[in-house]
């Protein structure tokens, strides 16, 4: 089995659980809630090089938890009456939590969602749809796919704001490593459910990863 390396500096606590998965995954959902809640996330900025650069961050994460809501929303459409669908519905709870905090920082900071909303609600559907019509597996191999690329593209970002001034952007760091953390739960939660085991998952893997890496690229600019 080929599991995502994170990198060293990037890893997330070390907390060992003995609650199982779905219970582990409730539980990530309500520390999320109330950890998010209640102070400024965006500082104020210098100049417009500064907060330009911050809009394009909030305006690409806002696209990306958007997306993710759609393909579990098409997963759930195909295999709401299944018995993975209750794991499935644990972790698109996760994401309507991080979608809605984007949704109160772009609006806080006026800063504008990407134009390619419209194109990234019906592309994100039809790929939850389609990856599930292939099965449980199929599914999860989506899951894992997605998430590996946002939790690269959180932990990116993390980087860049801890080496610009990790004491100002504390509380936004703080957002985007709880993120990235449900990411990678939802991540290993894909590969315990036989990811792995649908047939050609490595290319199903390589060429969803290339759609993320271009609608991430597309969203920052768009």
């Known amino acids: 089995m080929h599991r995502f390396v994170r990198p060293q500096l990037m890893l997330r606590d070390s907390k060992q659980s003995l609650l199982p998965r779905a219970c582990q995954l409730c539980t990530n959902h309500k520390s999320v809630v109330s950890s998010v ?22 305006r690409v994460d806002h696209a990306g938890e ?42 806080e900071n006026r800063v504008r969602p990407t134009l390619l909303l419209p194109l990234w609600n019906i592309a994100g559907f039809a790929l939850g749809a389609g ?14 796919a997605v998430e ?31 993120f990235r953390d449900d990411e990678l739960e939802h991540h290993d939660t894909g590969l315990e459910h036989d990811a792995e085991s649908v047939p050609g998952y490595q290319l199903m893997k390589a060429i969803i990863q290339v759609g993320c890496k271009a609608a991430i690229y597309i969203s920052e600019r768009l």
């Open 66 to 107: 958007y997306g993710a809501n759609r393909i579990y929303a098409g997963q759930m459409a195909v295999l709401g009456r299944t018995q993975i669908s209750p794991l499935i519905q644990e972790m698109w709870d996760q994401e309507k939590q991080h979608l809605k905090k984007f949704n109160e920082i772009l609006a």
């Open 37 to 58: 809640r209640g102070y400024v996330v965006l500082p104020p900025t210098n100049d417009e090089e500064e907060k330009a650069m911050l809009h394009r961050m909030m």
């Open 131 to 144: 990856s599930a019509l292939l099965g449980k597996e199929g599914a999860m191999a989506c899951t894992v």
């Open 148 to 178: 590996e690329s946002i939790s690269e593209h959180y932990n990116s970002q993390i980087r860049t704001l801890m080496e610009k001034d990790p004491e100002k952007y504390t509380e936004l760091l703080q957002l985007i490593k709880e």
